[in-house]
């Protein structure tokens, strides 16, 4: 294992070369290609609602869904994970329901976090899943915070984190990796070397020739990991997990990928990135490369490839309108939650809400 050389399973034609014997069975791997497909087309029809103003900000993982969903997929049931705003596929992966996670993006009174989150910062703890925190970087600290904790009430849990290129350049990679190398935390870090943060590319984001070779300084391993190759990407991060399970410490994982689309639904990513670059990219398609796999090994077909992308986009469309039917949150709900004993002049507060909504009720809009 070394920090520069890049671990891939798929070979240039994406099938695999002959000794490499999968460690996932047949069925997994279905799995992994359905969950991948699912968040391709879950994050379109995102991008399609906020076109239409029904989701106010959306970031697409399109291009990286081998990163979220493989790596996601080694976590046991007592894990945590510390997402962030690109990794729909992780969360599905988790066990969040679509319906959940729509709730979230729309802020409506099924939401766990009740409308206070940005869209896309998701959280459950009944899914061992940290809210996500805005601020780049500052999820890796959360979640070595978080490693130490378990690790001192000796509880069985390995956290996983993941962040993009440009979260390196945060104190929050510093402090958490620096923690994590220390007490030997079980903690993987998956770093998703989209080559991009928003506009500032990877040459100006770093003076390392890699992201994993950061691991050495701070006393434990990087891996670089194709990204866009699912299989290598979860061999890659299984291994890390048991590491960190068994007391052997953190690893940082670095995949290299490329998000295909721009950084968010208010980013113009034409104005820094050359369409030949993009093109190049999107020939190296995690779900046409892991697809074209399955069919060399006889286990996927067009037929079934068509079939699955219809019960998907029907799943969807129902999930988004049990969704959008539900109501705002209350609006006095904005007073809960933060004083267990509500201090006197938030209670006035919401009084004087309360006697206005009255007011308004029955009124003509
Ligand atoms: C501390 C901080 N600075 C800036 C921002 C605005 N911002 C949000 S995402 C982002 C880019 C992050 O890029 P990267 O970590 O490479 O992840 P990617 O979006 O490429 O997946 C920036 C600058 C922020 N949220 N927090």
Redesign the pocket.
Known sequence: MSETELIRVLGDDDTSPAPYHPSLDDESLLALYRRMVQTRLFDAEMIRLHRQGRVSIY?SSEG?EALAVAAAMTLSEEDWLFP???VSGALFERGVPMEEFLAQLFGTSKDLSKGRQIPTHYGSRQRHIASIS?????GIAHAVGFAWAARIKKGPEVVLTF??????S?EGFHTGMNIAGVHKLPVVFVC???Q???S?PFNL?TGSDTIAVKAKAYGFDGVRVDGTDALAVHDVVREAVERARKGGGPTLVEGVSY?HGA??TSDDDTRYRKAAEAEAWRKRDPIDRFGRYLKSRGLWDDARDAALRETLESRIQTAVAEAEAAPPPPLESLFDDVYDDLPWHLREQRQDLTDHLRGLKGRKP
Do not use: K, L, W
Not at 134 to 138: A, D, I, L, Q
Not at 163 to 168: E, S
């Open positions: 970031s990286e962030d705003y690109r805005s601020p780049v970087g500052n962040f993009g290129d440009g979260a390196t945060e998703r070397n989209n991009y943060a928003i500032v984001q998000r950084h968010s």
